[in-house]
Each structure stands twice: as C-alpha cells, then as structure tokens.
T-cell receptor
Framework: GAGVSQSPSNKVTEKGKDVELRCDPI?????LYWYRQRLGQGLEFLIY????????KSGLPSDRFSAERTGESVSTLTIQRTQQEDSAVYLC??????????FGPGTRLTVL | KQEVTQIPAALSVPEGENLVLNCSFT??????LQWFRQDPGKGLTSLLL?????REQTSGRLNASLDKSSGRSTLYIAASQPGDSATYLC????????????FGPGTRLSVLP
C-alpha cells in the first residue's frame, strides 16, 4: 500500500462531541499533510507538518480544529465541538516532497 | 484566488473507448499540475506530474497535456478498461514553498465491460 494507515476508517458522532483522527505513516518521511474532502468536492488542505512542527496551518477552518505530531511519526487531528459541516473524509499523506505524496485511505466522519 | 474546475463531473463509457478528461484553472501562474486517481475507500494515487515548463507527460495509456496560458489541462486515456473506473482529480501548485495545492472536484469515470 501507500505506507499510511488511518484510524478509525469510519466515525459517526453527535454534534458537539469531540473527535480524534489518527494518521500513522511508515517511518522515513518527515513531511505529513492533512486534507479534508467533502462529498463531491476536491481536497482542501488543512495542515502540513515538517518533522513535528507545523509551518503551515493556514487550511485549518476554525479554532475547533487542531493537529499535532510526535516522534516524526503519528499525527492526530482533533475536532472539538463537531458540527454537521465537519462531515467529510479526512485524508493524510506522507511525503518525501510536496509533489510526492502517498495517501492513506482516509477517515469518513459523519456528524449527526 | 486559484479555482480549479473539472468537466465532466461524471462520465460513463464502454470498454475500449478513448476518452478525455478536462481540468481548468483560473490563475495561470502555476508551478506544476498533477493528476491523481482516487478509488472508493482509498486514498489518492499520483498518475502524472507536469511541470509548468512542460507541455505533456505520458505514462502507459495515459497522456496529460498542459496549456498554462489558457489555464487548461487534459488527461487522455487510451483504450479504456473497467479497471480505469475511479475518480480522477487534478491539482495545481502555485509555487515551490510549503503546501499550496488546489484540487479540482474530480471526474467520476465508469468504464463499462
């Protein structure tokens, strides 16, 4: 596969709850990206990690969204007080460079 | 602000046909353009990458062209097969710094046996 696993694969939650999405890339790629894909739309960039720091957080849609990365490996995307418009597939990708990204299968989030 | 559109939104063709998918972008000042394939329940797989100085790239039955001045790219698939059924997305990068991909909404392709 692409060397990226994401969990859970599906998450259904109630409006107002917090959710945590996990991305687990194989080792050896210092860069990691998170994207959001709403139904019928293209990918929206959320945040980019270089190592454990995030030089570009410009895509995070609100302060309810946050992400962290530890050990230049696992990353978690947290959405607080979820809203129905947060429903989407959340994809992460490991990268050896911005043009060479290997995507995980995504987490489908449904907020009721 | 860069906007990327793709036409058609969905396409269904019989096996063996040649087909063209279209991608348009509003700001011609791009660094490169990339075509991806997305299968249901899976992430994206890169198909072809065209740098802004290039006119086309080929890989097997796939050929991607780029006309930067007119803000267009096409993905040509020859002799389509049922295994080509997927959603095809194009994405443009503005420059070589950080993350600045802008994705189109995709074309959902069905190749019927």
């Amino acid at each position: 596969g692409a060397g990226v696993s994401q969990s859970p694969s599906n998450k259904v939650t109630e409006k107002g709850k917090d959710v945590e999405l996990r991305c687990d890339p194989i080792s050896g790629h210092t860069a990691l990206y998170w994207y959001r894909q709403r139904l019928g739309q293209g990918l929206e960039f959320l945040i980019y990690f270089q190592g454990n720091s995030a030089p570009d957080k410009s895509g995070l849609p609100s302060d309810r969204f946050s992400a962290e990365r530890t050990g230049e490996s696992v990353s978690t995307l947290t959405i607080q007080r979820t809203q129905q418009e947060d429903s989407a597939v959340y994809l992460c990708a490991r990268a050896s460079g911005p043009d060479t990204q290997y995507f995980g299968p995504g987490t489908r989030l449904t907020v009721l | 602000k860069q906007e990327v559109t793709q036409i058609p939104a969905a396409l269904s063709v019989p096996e063996g046909e040649n087909l063209v998918l279209n991608c348009s972008f509003t700001d011609s000042a791009i660094y490169n353009l990339q075509w991806f394939r997305q299968d249901p329940g899976k992430g994206l797989t890169s198909l072809l990458l065209i740098q802004s100085s290039q006119r086309e790239q080929t890989s097997g039955r796939l050929n991607a062209s780029l006309d930067k001045s007119s803000g267009r790219s096409t993905l040509y698939i020859a002799a389509s097969q049922p295994g080509d059924s997927a959603t095809y997305l194009c994405a443009v990068r503005k420059d070589n710094y950080g993350q600045n991909f802008v994705f189109g909404p995709g074309t959902r392709l069905s190749v019927l046996p």
